[in-house]
């Protein structure tokens, strides 16, 4: 089994700088009630790649400027810019607005493969094959992560500040509308990422199970990241584990280690507090 997994190391290398990328952000993610966020963003990803393919169908590439990580990046970072617009507005909800754009963004999705003969749509919804990892996405995803967890580290502070409290953050000065878009753009330059390398439903499992299994574990906030990160790196070594010696689609194992985890935790917190003593 050493050796088989050997042999996945590439794979195993990118779902771990993948899993620890995810993992924080998806602290933010479920802290400010935002889950659904990962999905709606990974639609938009999903409607780029639709319209790459059906511009190349149609034979009106343009290089690099029509590739399908660059629309893709281009349409999510669109959506960015109008979450991180409307979050400041009270207007629409939050909740209303990612819903908005995660079924226009599907149907868009649809409709664009439709037109195009050289595209399936199960390949756009469940595209980004973990298995297929390369050295070269490999060393791409490295530098994004590690520069998306760098302005975390040094905005940390300021991005929680407008999580837990935007109107005292306002009333002190705070830009929330700004670092809200900042935070944002961090949530589509990984998530679009990660789409083109492993698929919708990891990615958003990532964003999703370890933030949850985090806040389950931890009473403090670092400690609420630390199981975030722990979760997301053991669910993704164990979950390649089981899909080697069970011969399991390798994503799916993830997501269920993950959630198996999740499980365990809430078992654990309902337990720490039936036996906590009585304020």
Known sequence: MIEMLLFYRESILGALVLALGCSVLGVYVVLRRIVFVGAALAQLSSAGVGLAVFLASAGLGLGWLTEELTISLAVTMAGVAFFGY???????????????AFVVAGGASVLLVARSATADI???????????????????????????LAVHALFFKQF????????????????VVAWDLLLYMT????????MQSVGVLLVFSYLVLPGVTGLLLGRRLRAVFA???VTATAGTLLGFVASVLFDLPSGASIIVAMGVLAGAAWAFDVARRRTAPAA
């Open 187 to 194: 949530f589509g330059i990984v998530i679009t990422l990660a």
């Open 122 to 148: 199960y390949d756009l919804f469940f595209g980004g094959d973990i298995l297929l990892i390369s050295i070269e996405e490999i060393r791409v995803l490295v530098v994004v992560v590690a520069s998306v």
């Open 86 to 100: 409307q979050a400041g507005r009270n207007r629409i909800p939050a909740d209303a607005g990612l819903g908005v």
């Open 160 to 175: 929680l500040f407008v999580s837990y409290d935007p109107d005292m953050a306002a009333t002190l000065g705070y830009r």
């Open 227 to 229: 199981g975030s990160m």
